[in-house]
Nanobody
């Protein structure tokens, strides 16, 4: 079965950095678009960043642009999110997601809407202290 396992979350001071990882199994990773979403307490899940299946296309939310970088290593079947200059508002559970519904498509696609993702990880907590 499909498994997406996030790691790398934790507690960090404002201005600090964290690197999240998402190890994928059970899917054709190199044919799947991948994304990061987050959900803060009392708020709805929101888009953070997405990357096409070969990394040629990326998108990120305005709130993290310039601070967060999404990347992937298809040989390792792993997705990453480098988070720099963290702010208290970045505190949330971060989820990895995979979209393989367009695996047949040879071009790049990088969906920004959670309804376009097919599989989700369990999440990893990121806490930023002020």
């Amino acid at each position: 079965q499909v498994q997406l396992v996030e790691s790398g979350g934790g507690l960090v001071q404002a201005g600090g950095s964290l690197r999240l990882s998402c190890a994928a199994s059970g899917i054709s990773f190199s044919r799947s678009a991948m994304g990061w979403f987050r959900q803060a307490p009392g708020k709805e899940r929101e888009f953070v960043a997405t990357i096409g299946k070969v990394g040629g296309k990326t998108n990120s939310a305005a709130s993290v642009k310039g601070r967060f970088t999404i990347s992937r290593d298809n040989a390792k079947r792993t997705l990453y999110l480098q988070m720099n200059s963290l702010k208290p508002d970045d505190k949330a559970v971060y989820y990895c997601a995979a979209s393989d519904r367009f695996a047949w498509y040879d071009g790049e696609y990088a969906p920004m809407v959670d309804e376009q993702y097919d599989y989700w990880g369990q999440g990893t907590q990121v806490t930023v202290s002020s």
